[in-house]
């Protein structure tokens, strides 16, 4: 009997030392990728929380859920993706990640949804911005006359603002909302 259960204790730490590893792969990211945002929330069961993407170039996106499971829908034809209308979606019990085209139209909508089968998903999401260059035949030259790459012009231009902050805090706004109707109901 008690080798059966040092056989059971013996897979226990090998899983969770399998469990580890893979997660210290996930937060290695290549050179050329450059952390733009981190972003932090809480979801409801069955619910969704909309972000929005103005910086130019290819984007990776890359969420883990802390707590319960969050999903991630993207589009660049609605600024509220569900599974129901997107473009790019990752929907694991993991880790998700998205790879977001440079030719995707500006702003792109981000939808994050809380799956059912937890009460509430924590999660965790990291913005990039990847650098490397994917030669194109008919391309002439990446010449670039700011001098700058296209995400850090675009985060350097003064319209974004007022844009960037309303979503910051209609997204504070209706996390407090939620909290509120959480208490009263």
Not at 38 to 44: F, K, L, S
Not at 59 to 77: E, F, K, P
Not at 98 to 122: C, D, T, W
Not at 141 to 168: C, F, K, L
Request: with cysteine; glycine share 6%; net charge negative.
């Amino acid at each position: 009997m008690a080798a059966r259960w040092g056989q059971a204790l013996l897979l226990l730490l090998a899983a969770q030392a399998a469990w580890a590893a893979l997660g210290a792969e996930d937060d290695e990211v290549p050179e050329e990728w450059l952390l733009l945002h981190v972003v932090q929330g809480q979801i409801g069961a069955g619910n969704y929380s909309y972000l929005r993407l103005n910086h130019e170039g290819k984007i990776v996106l890359r969420m883990r859920s802390l707590r319960g499971d969050a999903d991630l829908y993207v589009s660049d034809r609605t600024l509220h993706p569900s599974f129901d209308d997107y473009e790019l979606q990752s929907a694991t019990c993991g880790p998700d990640s998205v790879s977001v085209p440079a030719h995707f139209q500006r702003p792109v909508g981000i939808g994050i949804y809380g799956h059912p089968s937890h009460l509430e998903s924590e999660f965790e999401m990291k913005v990039y911005y990847d650098r490397t260059v994917e030669a194109h035949p008919l391309a002439e030259s990446s010449y670039s006359p700011e001098g700058a790459d296209p995400a850090q012009r675009r985060a350097q231009a003064p319209e974004d603002a007022p844009r960037e902050e309303e979503s910051v805090l209609w997204t504070l706004l209706i996390s407090i909302l939620k909290l509120v109707l959480e208490i009263l109901f």
